[in-house]
């Protein structure tokens, strides 16, 4: 199994390949002294010491042929029908095999005879069209691939890939006959006009099915099935011409196919009405064809289906499939299309980088190539003090990736691990992994029975990683950005990450434990001492202070109770408010009416400590401020939050401002636990209502330790 990097250079290399092999190959077509071109409905003949005059006719061996503007055409089936097709490639044989045996000459209007002489074609020949054409195909096929090899296969990737393939296909074989110098044989042009027609046919059928199964799969395997059997249909329909014109065998298939897969658009948007993301993401991609389609459509195909019109420049419309491409290309960084994170982004950046020192290469060489000592000196300067420093540091960095020894993957995982715990609140596993192997993606599974140990999966393709304290396994893709694969040396990598990571939270579960005793010792200190002595004073006070001193001993209890640290469920919690609240209101002769509806979730010390003294402060504003005569107090769990609702009447002109200071802390509590306080006046009724996230209430959203113990760790 090769890295994610290698595999994506192997493809471009194939891409290279396929784009040397067809410039290669069009360098076999034959020229000629002449130069042929179509102007004002006649053939019209070039040559560097003549004025460009009109043919009226070509000869072979005594015969006669027609010189018409027809035979520059770019692309052959805007014909009219399959025989004249058949005539076309008929024609460029004779003129083909003319001029391979020397035999081939023109006639200009006057009568005048000149013989076409064969000669090779050279790369600096081939036209502009030529390059644009065959670039762009071969820019599509690369984006495919980068799509394709990194992607899960499925059956929406597999057919998006194909409409690159086929852009290759059809684009390439266009622009070896299309910038032809009118001479080429007409067996390969007709072998070239079916690769055409292949890739186009096929592209239409991958793109159908494409629009269809993504994001959502089609509702039938068959309608799959049957786009590409269409395909097969109109393919062979084309090629054995068993239709009349090119119109029905091959242009009305074409655009027949888009049109029914465009249809699977509708169906896409009814399928994600309740979806948000991808109803949007499946609209980008509608736009995207849509944008790069159209004015092929509209300049070649529509023209030639309806011979109402000569088409446009084939080579020309090529380009804007480029659009379709580059809005996918855009699609995976605002939608994450084909599941692709932002990384899909870094391997691009990687690939460019590379590009960029072999173009900074070619540069360096062609100034090499200038004469002159002057600029041989100035050269050699800039290679050995300039240049060579430069390259071997782009090279180091952008391409060369070194496997981390130990000193390098621990300066990596312990920052990035305390930095986690410190500032995230998180433990940090997972953020020392991604340090020291810099993954391209990283996702989590639940950790199942089986003994936690670290893995390689996928041939070298994932490393798995337990994380016994959050109890998941960590599965780690594509490392070092993908230019490696995992080996037994990042697995005991990965070990010993994990046994510094155990260390790291041994040494913090020491120092809360630690901690913890620490607020026994002083609380029983405060009990035996500070208790001691407000029990002593309440026993010698006189009768009006007692109420006071009493007050200080159940804050000190309440403040005793909060040290010890301990959890409780919101069953048992509610049990105590009840409680406490009961024997405050019989004790002023309030009658209270308790609603109270619990969720199965523990409560932190912290939580329940400040929800406790919002109720408390709520209930003293109902019995101090107020002539209440009835008190209403409900608890209630609903949508994932908890809801506590009080209610007192009898309120008074003056009530509101005698609450403003307790108010305002119950507010500063319930933000300090994510949650919304608020009060208002209803009639002669005060209310008040407190909402907080039950997330936020559970155990487990204590944070794991205060800012003040990251001390230990420095």
């Given amino acids: 199994m090769l890295s994610l990097k290698t595999r994506i250079i192997a493809g ?70 399959y025989k004249s097709l058949n005539n076309f490639f008929s024609a460029h044989q004779q003129l083909h095999d003319a001029l391979q045996a020397g035999s081939l000459k023109i006639i200009d209007n006057q009568g005048n005879i000149f013989p076409v002489e064969l000669k090779p074609r050279s790369i600096l020949e081939l036209p502009g069209l030529f390059w644009l054409q065959l670039l762009c195909g071969l820019a599509g096929m690369i984006i495919c691939l980068m799509v394709w090899i990194p992607a899960q296969r499925d059956i929406s990737i597999n057919s998006f890939t194909l409409t690159g393939l086929s852009y290759v296909l059809f ?7 299309s910038t032809r110098e009118l001479f080429i044989s007409g067996d390969l042009f007709i072998w070239l006009s079916g690769l055409n027609h292949f890739g186009a046919l096929l592209f239409s059928a991958s793109l159908s099915v494409f629009i269809w199964n993504y994001p959502c799969k089609s509702p039938s395997p068959w309608l799959t099935k049957a786009f590409y059997a269409s395909f097969i249909v109109a393919f062979v329909l084309d090629q054995f011409q068993l239709v009349a014109t090119p119109v029905e065998g091959f242009h009305l298939w074409v655009m027949g196919i888009f049109l029914i897969g465009l249809t699977g658009s509708i169906w896409q948007w009814l399928q994600t009405k309740t979806q948000p993301t991808q109803r949007a993401a499946s609209l980008w991609i509608v736009v995207s064809i849509i944008a790069g389609t159209f004015f092929f459509a509209g300049g070649m195909i529509l ?13 020309l419309l090529f380009t804007t499939f480029l659009l379709m491409y580059a ?70 960095k952008l391409i060369v990736n070194h496997r981390p020894e130990l000193d390098e993957w621990l300066a990596n995982a312990l920052p990035a691990m305390l930095e986690a ?10 953020e ?90 002083i609380s029983r200190d405060m009990h035996d001492d500070l208790g001691a002595k407000l029990l002593h004073l309440l026993h010698r006070s006189e009768a009006g202070t007692k109420p006071l001193v009493r007050e200080a001993i159940k804050d000190l209890r309440n403040l005793l109770k909060d040290m010890e640290g301990e959890s409780l469920s919101l069953e048992a919690a509610i049990l105590q408010w009840r409680d406490e609240i009961q024997r405050r209101c019989e004790a002023q002769g309030v009658n209270l009416n308790w609603q109270a509806q ?31 005569t009835t008190l209403l107090v409900s608890v209630d769990c609903t949508n994932n939050q908890l809801i506590i609702f009080v209610e007192n009447n009898g309120l008074t002109n003056n009530a509101q401002i005698g609450q403003i200071r307790g108010l305002n802390i119950m507010q500063n509590r319930a933000q300090k636990l994510g949650g919304i306080c608020q009060y208002q006046a209803v009639q002669e009724n005060w209310q008040l209502s407190l909402s907080v996230p039950l997330s936020s209430l559970t155990i487990d959203s204590d944070p794991p330790y ?6 230990v760790l420095a």
């Fill in 12 to 81: 471009l290399f194939l891409v290279l390949f396929y784009g040397i092999f067809t410039v290669i190959f069009s360098l076999t077509l034959p020229s000629s002294n002449f130069k042929f071109y179509a102007f004002n409905n006649e053939l019209m003949a070039k040559q560097e010491s003549l004025e460009a005059f009109p043919v009226k006719s070509f000869m072979i061996e005594g015969k006669m042929l027609a010189a018409t503007e027809s035979l520059t055409l770019e692309e052959p089936d805007v014909l009219p029908d």
């Fill in 327 to 396: 809005g996918m290309a855009m699609g995976v960084v605002r939608y994450r299309l084909f599941e692709l994170d932002r990384w899909w982004f870094a391997l691009w950046a990687w690939l460019l980088s590379g590009l960029m020192i072999m173009l900074f290469d070619v540069l360096l060489v062609s100034l090499l190539s200038l004469s002159g000592p002057v600029t041989l000196t100035l050269s050699v300067a800039l290679v050995g003090w300039i240049y060579f420093p430069l390259r071997q540091y782009l090279w180091k």
């Fill in 171 to 177: 684009s390439s074989a266009a622009a070896i006959y």
């Fill in 432 to 521: 020392a992994l991604q340090a020291v192997f810099r993954p391209l993606s990283v996702h989590s599974s639940p950790l199942s029975d089986t003994k936690p140990e670290v893995t390689i999966l996928e041939q070298g393709k994932t490393l798995k990683v337990a994380d016994p304290f959050n109890q998941v396994f960590w599965l780690l893709q594509h490392p070092y950005e993908g230019s490696k694969l995992f080996t037994p040396k990042d697995k005991n990598i990965a070990n010993l990450v994990l046994s510094l990571h155990t260390l790291v939270e041994n040494v913090r579960a020491a120092y809360v434990e630690g901690a913890k005793e620490e607020r026994y010792r």
């Fill in 706 to 711: 205060n800012s003040e113990k990251s001390s």
């Fill in 598 to 628: 619990s969720a199965h979730i523990v409560l932190g010390i912290r939580q329940y400590s400040e929800l406790t003294r919002i109720i408390r402060e709520a209930t003293t504003n109902a019995l101090k401020h107020a002539q209440t």
């Fill in 421 to 430: 715990q410190q500032v995230k609140g998180k433990l940090g596993l997972k």
């Fill in 303 to 315: 023209p030639a289906i309806l011979q109402i019109a000569h088409p446009a420049s084939q080579g």
